[in-house]
């Protein structure tokens, strides 16, 4: 009995952790009551599945990219995030947000399910394109009665640790029926950005 649940990769509780942190809301674009900074700022990127979906995406093919691409990926995501935030802020126009964020699910959910390796700049633009309108969502959304700052790093963190568990997710490709179920679950993240894509979800 010991020996069986030592041979139980440490991602698979994280996963299950994961699921149970799940919001049952579909969308993380409206914001209502009077919120504040921090702790809005986190819960922001979580209560939306397609906000999840990519950012896990991000993640989940760094680790399946392996070396530098696993922490260089989940890098330049909110670092780009931030500029983009910053012109959400701003005011500052991007057309077709919503078409970008669901796009961004599916472009990296076929990324990983079709275990497509490119070069590690290539990967970084991809991502970093799809930052910028994940960002200029949470920032245009950004609450007047939040402290912008707070906001910014409670979203940032709260960002960070779905890409962890991503990597967490991503980190069983050592497996053969790992790597199965990685490409399994770019096809979901994929399908998901095409329910938002033709306003299924």
């Known amino acids: 009995m010991t020996t069986s649940l030592k041979r139980i990769p440490w991602q698979i509780p994280c996963l299950v952790l994961l ?21 809005s700022g986190f819960k922001h990127p979580l209560t939306g599945l397609d906000h999840i979906v990519a950012m896990v995406a991000v993640g989940l093919w760094g ?46 959910g076929l990324m990983v399910a079709f275990a497509a390796r490119p070069p590690l700049w290539v990967a970084a633009v991809i991502v970093g394109f799809f930052a910028i309108f994940h960002g200029h969502a949470h920032g245009s959304e950004l609450p007047e009665a939040a402290n912008p700052l707070t906001y910014a790093v ?19 490709v050592k497996w053969p029926w790992g790597r199965i179920a990685i490409r399994t679950g770019g096809v979901a993240i994929a399908a998901i950005g095409f329910g938002f894509l033709f306003k299924i979800i």
């Open 63 to 108: 680790a399946f990219l392996g070396g530098r691409a696993m922490w260089t990926l989940p890098v330049v995501f909110p670092v780009v995030m931030a500029f983009g935030g910053a012109a959400g802020v701003l005011g500052i126009p991007l057309p077709g947000v919503e078409t970008g964020i669901a796009l961004s699910g599916i472009i990296l």
């Open 19 to 39: 699921v149970f942190l799940m919001p049952s809301t579909a969308s993380a674009h409206t914001e209502t009551g009077n919120v504040g900074g921090f702790l």
């Open 154 to 172: 409670g979203f940032v963190i709260s960002t960070g640790l779905l890409h962890l568990s991503g990597i967490a997710f991503g980190l069983l």
